[in-house]
């Protein structure tokens, strides 16, 4: 997918192979952290081993945005997808010398149904939230996807209920050690994957960074979640799985209150680097002991069964923490420049310019490039300040909401989670 990524000619071609990577890589997610579970029966030692498993997020956050932004710097796009396929064929051959087999006692057929319900369902609301802030939140277009979506999402329920081979067993969702935590990941991926796309606007779109110095400046957050995670294991076998993640989940809304709080005169030496650092460590001290939870609470046969709902609440988490936020931060911004933008005259920016500069901060790049006459000066630093301005008040609305988020999720976790497993 990658290689055929590399040989796009459009940005259909680009979509699609993106769209065949994350199929690719949602079938190899699941099947490692089942493997880890049958290759360490003990507790200590899976504890240890799925907190590494954790930590490969944090190396990876900060392997991506550093190696995409230099190869964006000195290469074309083309490299950021040529990269991929030698790594990849080398983790084939890796993987077919090194890991052992490993698979279920059971089978079943396909479950295309379910696979289809809850694809569509989920899509639907992901679009019906990020077109929300033009069509409005409670408009009736974005009441009826919000409809659709729920219909679907309770009808792919009742099928998961009913069918053989579910392709995912929501009645696993009945044992609060296993529900519980994978509502913790939920909500810290959700605000992680938020905040990634707001700090991304801010570096770019405010502090006007390449995408090699975002790269760099994110390091910290990468550094904290590949910290945070191993060290989490240690911290849960003297106070508690439950203690543990109320604690993460709070450092995570503790650095999102402090991202809120980001101005656009705030300097990165501070503020907004200690912002990162307490959400990387909240984040992977959430991560840790939330998965040995979800694994410990399933059965060994049912290994593949908990990892898969594991790594589904992160990516549904994810997306709808970009979806969410980046809409609440879009539907600010538009709504403080967007008059002011419209009032520009065709001959100095064009009716398509206008409408990405309403849409996105990174457009500020463009605005701040563009050649303009120097009688037009002082107007166009005033707009481009405006729109840094409103960019940040978006990320400050969008930052508090997911701190009542992570409050809420903390709470509930606090009451709800058994501290023993004969407690469920």
Same mark, same amino acid.
């Given at each position: 997918?990658?290689?055929?990524?590399?040989?796009?000619?459009? &940005?259909?071609?680009?979509?699609?192979?993106?769209?065949?990577?994350?199929?690719?890589?949602?079938?190899?997610?699941?099947?490692?952290?089942?493997?880890?579970?049958?290759?360490?029966?003990?507790?200590? $030692?899976?504890?240890? *081993?799925? #907190?590494?498993?954790?930590?490969?997020?944090?190396?990876?956050? *900060?392997?991506?945005?550093?190696?995409?932004?230099?190869? &964006?710097?000195?290469?074309?796009?083309?490299?950021?997808?040529?990269?991929?396929?030698?790594?990849?064929?080398?983790?084939?051959?890796? @993987?077919?010398?090194?890991?052992?087999?490993?698979?279920?006692?059971?089978?079943?057929?396909?479950?295309?149904?379910?696979?289809?319900?809850?694809?569509?369902?989920?899509? =639907?609301?992901?679009?019906?939230?990020?077109?929300? $802030?033009?069509?409005?939140?409670?408009?009736?277009?974005?009441?009826?996807?919000?409809?659709?979506?729920?219909?679907?999402?309770?009808?792919?329920?009742?099928?998961?209920?009913?069918?053989?081979?579910?392709? &995912?067993?929501?009645?696993?969702?009945?044992?609060?050690?296993?529900?519980?935590?994978? @509502?913790?990941?939920? @909500?810290?991926?959700?605000?992680?994957?938020?905040?990634?796309?707001?700090? =991304?606007?801010?570096?770019?779109?405010?502090?006007?960074?390449?995408?090699?110095?975002?790269?760099?400046?994110?390091?910290?957050?990468?550094?904290?979640?590949?910290?945070?995670?191993?060290? !989490?294991?240690?911290?849960?076998?003297? %106070?508690?799985?439950?203690?543990?993640?109320?604690?993460?989940?709070?450092?995570?809304?503790?650095?999102?209150?402090?991202?809120?709080?980001?101005?656009?005169?705030?300097?990165?030496?501070?503020?907004?680097?200690?912002?990162?650092? &307490?959400?990387?460590?909240?984040?992977?001290?959430?991560?840790?002991?939330?998965?040995?939870?979800?694994?410990?609470? @399933?059965?060994? *046969?049912? !290994?593949?069964?908990?990892?898969?709902?594991?790594?589904?609440?992160?990516?549904?988490?994810?997306?709808?923490?970009? !979806?969410?936020?980046?809409?609440?931060?879009?539907?600010?911004? =538009?709504?403080?420049?967007?008059?002011?933008?419209?009032?520009? $005259?065709?001959?100095?920016?064009?009716?398509?310019?206008?409408?990405?500069?309403?849409?996105?901060?990174?457009?500020? %790049?463009?605005?701040?490039?563009?050649?303009?006459?120097?009688?037009? #000066?002082?107007?166009?630093?005033?707009?481009?300040?405006?729109?840094?301005?409103?960019?940040?008040?978006?990320?400050?609305?969008?930052?508090?909401?997911?701190?009542?988020? %992570?409050?809420?999720?903390?709470?509930?976790? *606090?009451?709800?989670?058994?501290?023993?497993?004969?407690?469920?």
């Amino acid at each position: 997918m990658s290689g055929l990524g590399a040989l796009s000619t459009g &940005l259909g071609q680009v979509i699609a192979a993106r769209a065949g990577m994350g199929v690719f890589a949602a079938a190899v997610f699941p099947a490692t952290l089942a493997l880890l579970i049958h290759l360490f029966p003990e507790a200590r $030692p899976r504890a240890a *081993a799925i #907190a590494l498993w954790t930590a490969m997020a944090g190396v990876a956050v *900060a392997i991506g945005p550093v190696t995409g932004g230099y190869l &964006l710097r000195y290469f074309s796009w083309h490299s950021v997808f040529w990269i991929n396929v030698p790594v990849a064929l080398a983790a084939v051959v890796a @993987v077919l010398v090194v890991v052992p087999e490993s698979r279920s006692a059971r089978g079943g057929r396909l479950d295309v149904m379910g696979i289809a319900l809850s694809l569509v369902a989920v899509t =639907t609301l992901v679009w019906t939230i990020i077109e929300a $802030p033009k069509h409005g939140w409670l408009s009736g277009i974005s009441l009826a996807g919000y409809a659709i979506s729920l219909a679907l999402l309770v009808a792919y329920a009742a099928w998961e209920l009913r069918v053989d081979s579910p392709v &995912l067993n929501v009645r696993l969702f009945r044992i609060r050690r296993f529900s519980i935590p994978a @509502v913790a990941i939920t @909500v810290s991926y959700f605000c992680a994957f938020g905040f990634l796309f707001l700090i =991304t606007q801010y570096f770019q779109g405010v502090k006007e960074y390449s995408a090699l110095e975002f790269g760099i400046h994110s390091l910290p957050f990468a550094a904290a979640v590949g910290i945070g995670a191993p060290a !989490a294991t240690l911290v849960a076998q003297r %106070l508690g799985v439950t203690a543990t993640i109320v604690t993460g989940l709070l450092t995570l809304a503790a650095g999102m209150y402090l991202a809120g709080r980001v101005t656009v005169e705030t300097p990165y030496l501070g503020t907004v680097l200690v912002s990162m650092v &307490l959400m990387g460590i909240g984040f992977g001290v959430v991560q840790g002991p939330a998965t040995a939870a979800i694994m410990n609470a @399933v059965p060994e *046969a049912e !290994a593949g069964a908990g990892s898969a709902v594991n790594d589904t609440t992160r990516e549904v988490g994810g997306t709808l923490g970009v !979806a969410v936020l980046g809409s609440i931060m879009t539907s600010v911004y =538009t709504d403080r420049v967007g008059a002011r933008i419209d009032a520009i $005259p065709n001959a100095i920016m064009t009716p398509e310019q206008k409408s990405i500069a309403r849409d996105t901060p990174i457009s500020v %790049l463009e605005v701040v490039r563009a050649p303009i006459n120097s009688l037009f #000066a002082g107007a166009k630093a005033d707009l481009v300040h405006a729109m840094k301005t409103a960019a940040m008040a978006g990320a400050q609305t969008a930052s508090f909401v997911a701190v009542g988020a %992570l409050l809420a999720c903390a709470l509930a976790v *606090a009451v709800l989670l058994p501290r023993r497993a004969g407690r469920d």
